[in-house]
């Protein structure tokens, strides 16, 4: 047993001042939808070059209007990778569509693109392209390949605000772009998430869509014209997003070099798939390693858990979820997103980690593997 703290895999920053901002909103009278949403949607489309963005409840929230603002719905295929969060695959059947999944790059361990054209058929409609732990999934290929085919894309940026791609911010560029705000992304509203609009998509159907699809006339007078749900993101929320935003680049570099840290530390000697070492693009969300073959996962998480060391799994391959086997996916569909999700282990990464706690990770590894 460890006497050191317990590190978990992530954990927030969230300064005093965000702290106090919060207080404020809970003291204003006004604690939902209000001035903090309107002020961090202004702050999140400064961030994205200009584009307009909108807030949501949630990160799964953004991509289900995201798709249904992009025309999809039942009879309708969208591709995406089977290795990622499960609310990918979740909000296209939650509007009546199919998924059709790709597998991935090993290397990457994001979609495959030069296997997305075979996957396309004349019901795919759009593409949701994943950053898995923040690498930014080939933008050139994907938008090359969905330009070929008139599909929409819907990048799942959850993972990857903070990321760039040709030096460009995500969010900065492209089709509809869905962050997610969750406690354990890079910027986090505690719950929250945002949606990057194309510039033919009107605001006004977005935010219809986005609170029980209500149009409000200027003498008091509603109308409803649309089915939209309750996917509007609190003020409270928004204060700890505005608070957040400008350490998002301090963020970064410091998650940047807490990788670069493992990349020296890890001994090459335990056999681990390591993650691509780019510095480049990635906002290093997660450091994922594969453990070796045949190691037993769970054993190596409750050894790491005894010496105070958290690891997560991000994620199974989604497609053997139940509810997917269900609909027909089985074992051996997609080999290298099988592969990768039985080995994934999710190391501590977060900015506020010391150096000595790499350190720390990359000692234990040794010890529990070579005894393995
Ligand atoms: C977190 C996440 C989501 C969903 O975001 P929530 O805010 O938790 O709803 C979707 N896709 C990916 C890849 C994620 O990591």
Known sequence: MSSLPFLPFTRPSIDEATIAAVGEVLRSGWITSGPKVQAFEAALSEYCGGRTV????????????????????PGDEVITTPLTWVATANVILEVGARPVFVDVDPATRNIDAAKIAAAITAKTKALIPVDLAGLPADRDALYAVAGQHK??????????????????????????????????????????????????????????LRLQGVKRFPNGDMDVDVLGGKFNLTDVAAAIGLGQLPHLAAFTARRRALARR?????????????????????????????????????AFIAAMKGRGLGVGVHYPALHLFSLYR???????????????????????????????????????????LRLQ
């Open 54 to 73: 909108r807030a949501f409840n949630s990160g799964t929230a953004t991509l289900e209007i995201a798709l249904r603002l992009a025309g999809v719905g």
């Open 151 to 208: 599909l929409r894309v819907v990048e799942d940026a959850a993972q990857s605000l903070g990321a760039s791609w040709n030096g460009k911010p995500i969010g900065a560029f492209g089709d509809f772009v869905s962050f997610s705000f969750h406690a354990n992304k890079n910027l986090t509203t505690s719950e929250g998430g945002a949606l990057v609009l194309p510039p033919d998509v009107d605001p006004a159907l977005c935010e219809h």
């Open 262 to 298: 493992y990349f020296e530390r890890l001994d090459p000697q335990l056999g681990l798939g390591l993650p691509l070492p780019d510095f480049a693009n990635s906002n290093w969300h997660m450091f994922q390693v594969l453990l070796p073959p045949g190691t037993d996962r769970g």
């Open 326 to 368: 269900a609909r027909g996916w089985k074992e051996g569909d997609f080999p290298h997103a099988e592969d990768i999700g039985r080995r994934i282990a999710t190391l501590p990464l977060f900015p506020a980690m010391a150096d000595g706690d790499v350190d720390r990770v990359c000692s234990a590894l040794g010890e529990i």
